[in-house]
């Protein structure tokens, strides 16, 4: 094949606009305060998902997510050092179970060192991910990835003139 990604999200969809949605239909624009508002969307999805799970979102619980949000950390040992800081009483195994947790429910990723993976809110923000033999990295954005979409379809004879009007990608498991 001429392509292979790797893909944090177990499922997505981009429309012909270049706009990312979510199973749900929702759809985000970026602006200047995408940041934060993309943050906030993140915690409140993995809230909810912990909350579906049976689980009690603790103070510590929302501190050690919010580090994880924040800050690109390598380790739980990271995670634990800078929540430590916000409130001494939190300890190594707290860390280590929310981590757990999280990448049970599929929030993170351990091989992108423990960075929140279910982000909804692309526009035109660099939304794939593409890893080479050489272990190089390449981002595309959404308006790139459905071009190299379409350009790779033709080229394997897949289609002729007809444009791509959605790219969706599921989780098989």
């Known amino acids: 094949m001429w392509w292979a990604l ?3 999200r177990n ?5 012909k606009d270049g706009m990312s949605q979510n199973m749900t239909g929702q759809i985000k624009k970026v602006n200047e305060t995408g940041n934060y508002r993309r943050t906030k969307m993140k915690k409140e999805m993995v809230l909810q998902k912990l909350r579906e799970q049976g689980c009690r979102i603790t103070q510590q619980r929302q501190i050690l997510l919010d580090i994880i949000l924040e800050e690109d950390c390598s380790s739980c040992k990271e995670i634990f050092y800078r929540a430590s800081k916000l409130d001494p009483g939190i ?10 947790k999280l990448e049970e429910i599929g929030a993170i990723s351990r091989k992108n060192m423990y960075k929140i993976a279910c982000d909804e809110e692309n526009g035109s923000r660099e939304v794939c991910r593409i890893e080479m033999e050489d272990h190089t990295v390449r981002y595309l954005s959404s308006k790139n990835w459905n071009e190299v979409i379409l350009a790779g379809l033709k080229s394997c004879g897949y289609i002729g003139t007809q444009k791509v009007k959605a790219v969706v990608i599921e989780s098989c498991v």
């Open 6 to 8: 790797s893909l944090e």
């Open 11 to 15: 499922s997505f969809h981009f429309g």
């Open 91 to 100: 300890g190594t195994a707290t860390v280590y179970r929310l981590v757990n």
